[in-house]
């Protein structure tokens, strides 16, 4: 005998109260029952739970931008940008190597010219700087030619430089601030950071500093440029991570700080 299943109750969805035809399944053959029978929907899952859009400024803006001979857009305060053809006209590792050896032809002797990150003695692999009390940059003219043109790039006021030297992948610099998220009085003249990388690919990092956790990484190959501005200095901390198992593959970075114009 043909029996007349109901279509509406086998999608699960029959709203009638007396429905004449049959609220079961050919595989069970289910006599009719009574009153209303409905099979519940299973719920999907939701792929989004906000429903009004976000109106407070972003943590972290990212920018890569190509030019090469100058800054073309404005820069916010929470601008963190990546320039990879600033120095695009040297090939791999040149300026590196004129860095490396006119720092170490610069006649000042190597117990005087590098020191620790801070003269930290206590942190392990921590990275070299060369000493700014020592006469070094007036025979490093290759560090000159690449802070005049990263000045000239971003048209900024310079207020200090520093030369890093990173000997393999095992050195590494601490997440930290610039001086000018602490310090008033550097604050005044200096809301911009420039860090331009010579040699290995390192990972520059950002970590949150309102202690979530949270870290960005933005490799750094030969000739990169990234840079942020002051409210990045605020809420992030910075630094170079480590890189396991060692390489023996050095880098030197050139950092800038001091102002530019910023909307």
Sequence with gaps: MHTDYCRDFLKGRCHRDHCKFVHGT??????????????????????????????RPVDMRIIVDTSKWALTNPVSSRDVLVFPNIFSDYSYNHLFNLLHTELYSSGVPEVDLLKLWHGNETVPGTHLIANDRTPWKSKCDTFK????????????????????????????????FDAAAV????????????????????????????GHGTVVSIPQPDGWVYCFA?????????????????????????????AIEIV
């Design 230 to 258: 002051k409210d990045i200095n605020i809420t992030w901390r910075h630094g170079i991570l480590q890189e396991l198992p060692v390489r023996d593959a050095p880098r030197i970075s050139v950092i800038l700080w001091g």
């Design 183 to 210: 310090d008033p009085k550097k604050a005044e003249t200096q809301n911009f950071t420039v860090a331009v990388s010579f040699g290995a690919t390192r990972e520059a990092a950002f970590e949150r500093a309102d």
């Design 26 to 55: 050919p595989s069970t053959d289910r006599a009719p029952t009574l009153g209303h029978v409905n099979r519940p929907r299973p719920r999907k899952p939701r792929n989004t739970e906000v429903f009004t859009p976000m109106t």
């Design 145 to 176: 030619l690449v802070v005049d043109r990263l000045a000239a790039f971003f048209r900024m006021e310079v207020k200090a430089t520093r030369f890093n030297l990173y000997t393999d992948t095992s050195q590494w610099k601490p997440f930290h």
